[in-house]
């Protein structure tokens, strides 16, 4: 080529091979926001795991814990009046009958620690837990602690095939994010509903 002159093929072929310039990366915002656990499974390079994914394990842990005890009643609504205790006519003395309570309860241990609220099993004469698949086993109360409304029970003679759910680090919860509650306390099957953290931190409430 003549000295001072650019040659049109030498250029295009320098343009070609020139890098591009990197385009920016924007992160989008969306209002359907994903669980924090699908996003940790994609940076491990792992399969995205869906709320049904979760659900469908966690519900296995999840049981129906109904308990019993014996306490006083009436036979009349009016026998708590002097009148009504006293002299002729007077009502029988009262009679005991057998109250029920219900609730939910998750197992934390392949040999039968159930973990369930206090309020459900206080004063509990017998108490029945329930699994997933509808069998039924006897439990006794570990121990319980009204201030947090935690009572700990362990299922007598339990199956082999027990579904236990770990422990979350509550330290690491964040605000916002995405937590699935799931509960069987009417004996009627497993419930999932799904919301977000609404506040941390608030301990000491009660």
């Known amino acids: 080529p003549v000295k001072g002159r650019v040659n049109p093929a030498a250029q295009k072929t320098a343009a070609k091979a020139a890098p591009k310039p990197a385009k920016a990366k924007t992160r989008g915002f969306s209002l359907f926001a994903k669980p924090a656990f699908a996003y940790a499974a994609k940076?491990?390079?792992?399969?995205?795991?869906?709320?049904?994914?979760i659900a469908e394990r966690a519900v296995r842990g999840v049981v129906n814990v109904r308990s019993t005890k014996l306490v006083a009643s009436s036979r009349h609504p009016l026998h708590g009046f002097p009148f009504f205790r006293r002299g002729p006519g007077a009502q029988p003395a009262p009679r005991r009958r057998?109250?029920?309570?219900?609730?939910?309860g998750v197992i934390v241990s392949a040999d039968g620690i159930v973990l369930t609220n206090h309020?459900?099993?206080r004063h509990a004469d017998e108490i029945r837990v329930t699994l997933a698949n509808d069998q039924e086993y006897r439990a006794k109360l570990v121990?319980?602690?009204?201030k947090s409304d935690i009572a700990v029970l362990r299922i007598e003679s339990?199956?082999?095939?027990?579904?236990?759910l770990p422990f979350g680090a509550?330290?690491?919860l964040r605000l916002?994010?995405?937590?699935?509650?799931?509960?069987n306390p009417f004996g009627v099957?497993?419930?999932?509903?799904?919301?977000?953290?609404s506040a941390v931190g608030r301990g000491n409430m009660g």
């Open 158 to 164: 339990p199956p082999k095939d027990l579904s236990p």
């Open 98 to 104: 057998r109250a029920r309570s219900l609730g939910s």
């Open 143 to 146: 121990g319980s602690d009204p």
């Open 176 to 183: 916002g994010e995405v937590v699935l509650a799931i509960g």
């Open 170 to 172: 509550s330290s690491k």
């Open 189 to 197: 099957g497993q419930t999932v509903t799904m919301g977000i953290v």
């Open 43 to 53: 940076r491990q390079g792992a399969k995205e795991v869906s709320l049904s994914d």
């Open 119 to 121: 309020h459900v099993v």
